[in-house]
Each structure stands twice: as C-alpha cells, then as structure tokens.
C-alpha cells in the first residue's frame, strides 16, 4: 500500500514570506498523481494544485509551486507572498492505479499565517 | 470542475440510530468516493460508491455499518447504522468527472456527533 508522509504536524510562516512544505511518499507505481489540498476551518476540502508522475516540469498556480522529486519520492508545497487567508490545514495526496484511484492523504500540516 | 453539495451539513445523533447522507453532483461523475475524517486526523477512505452496483469497501469498512447507495451519475448517499460515539466525525464524499488522473472535488463536509 502507498503511504504518504507528512513530517511536519504544524508550520508557521510571517505575512508575505514563503513557507514551504514537505511530503513524502512511498510507492512502486510509475503512473500516479499527486495533490495539494487546503482544508480552512469550514472543513471545505480546496485542491491547491495537482502534479502528475510522468511530467518533470513542477507544477505551478500563481502563489503556489511544488518541488517534484520523483526518484526520492518527495513532493514539497511552496507558498509565496504568504496571506492570512492561506492560513488551514494542507494535506498531500497520492493516487493511482492500486487504490482504484481514490486518494490515499497524508496527516496534514497546519499552516498559521501571522501578520 | 464539479460543484457537491451534501445534506445534512452537520447533526447530532442518539446511540443505536441510523443517518443517512446525501451526496448530490451538479453534474455527472464517473466516480465517486466517501471518507471519514476523525477529529483531529486526516480523511481515511470508506468506500468507493459504484453506479449501478454494490459498493467497493476499504479495509476495516463493511456493507453492513455503512450501507452505501449510488442509483445515477450525480447522486450517493452513505448511511450511519447503528451509531456509536466513535462514529462522531466528518463525513466527506467526493467526485470526479474525467479519467483516472482526474482531479476530485469534495463536498462540504457532514459534521456527526453521537451522543
């Protein structure tokens, strides 16, 4: 079964400033994908941004680019210009053929924002 | 993309009863998905709802616990049996409108609390 891991529980980062991160998974699949979700205190699950495995370049969405490292199997979120809005929970997200495609989450980090 | 709603938003329930929950789609999905998420802790998948026919349960979710119906391509609904307190937690369903890398977008989210 794919795992995907969430080291760091709770990060914080200034407004404005760049915060980055981590998430790492582990899988022998070759095809699969992989997501950002934003969960705010409205529990509303937001997809932030998406990567599949067989595109080198890094996925990018205006504030928000991930770092891709398929051969170590890391995938890092990096939030830019950081906003009080961006303050929630993230979680990283796998998926592929193994699990019918359903999303297998790590644990989450919660991101707090302060001005 | 595709906008799910769920009824009911949040509810409390007695020991022993039932709820069930509804899914509804604004448009047609090739799949969808249910998870759980226990307070404070990441979304774990239930099942994946199948049209047409019975639903295919992760490890540790039965038929029986969490009856789950999916008649067409923009309606599911899970159902709650037998509540227990530890089945106090957000219920989330999910869906899909393309192919296996498709993105998944989540409903709002059903808050249960059993009492």
């Known amino acids: 079964a794919q795992t995907v891991t969430q080291s760091q529980p709770e990060m914080s980062v200034q407004e404005a400033e760049t915060v980055t991160l981590s998430c790492t998974y582990d899988?022998?699949?070759?095809?699969?994908?992989l997501f950002w979700y934003k969960q705010p205190p409205s529990r509303q699950m937001i997809l932030v941004i998406r990567?599949?495995?067989?595109?080198?370049q890094n996925a990018t969405e205006n504030r928000f680019s991930v770092n891709f490292q398929k051969a170590a199997k890391s995938f890092s979120l990096k939030i830019s210009d950081s906003q009080l809005g961006d303050a929630a929970m993230y979680f990283c997200?796998?998926?592929?053929?193994?699990?019918?495609?359903?999303?297998?989450f790590g644990k989450g980090t919660s991101l707090l924002v302060t001005p | 993309s595709a906008v799910i709603s769920q009824k009911p938003s949040r509810d409390i329930c007695q020991r022993g009863t039932s709820l069930t929950i509804q899914c509804q789609v604004d448009?047609?999905?090739?799949?969808m998905f249910w998870y759980r998420q226990q307070p404070g802790q990441s979304l774990t998948l239930i099942a994946t709802?199948?049209?047409?026919?019975?639903?295919?349960?992760e490890s540790g979710f039965v038929i029986d616990k969490f009856p789950i119906s999916r008649p067409n391509l923009t309606f599911s609904t899970l159902t709650v049996s037998n509540m227990s307190p530890e089945d106090s937690s957000i219920y989330l369903c999910s869906g899909e409108t393309g192919g296996r890398g498709d993105t998944q977008y989540f409903g709002p989210g059903t808050r249960l609390t059993v009492l």
């Open positions: 709802a199948n049209q047409g026919s019975e639903a295919t349960y």
């Open positions: 448009s047609q999905v090739t799949m």
């Open positions: 997200a796998y998926r592929g053929p193994n699990s019918g495609y359903a999303l297998n």
């Open positions: 899988t022998s699949e070759s095809d699969y994908y």
């Open positions: 990567q599949e495995a067989y595109k080198q």
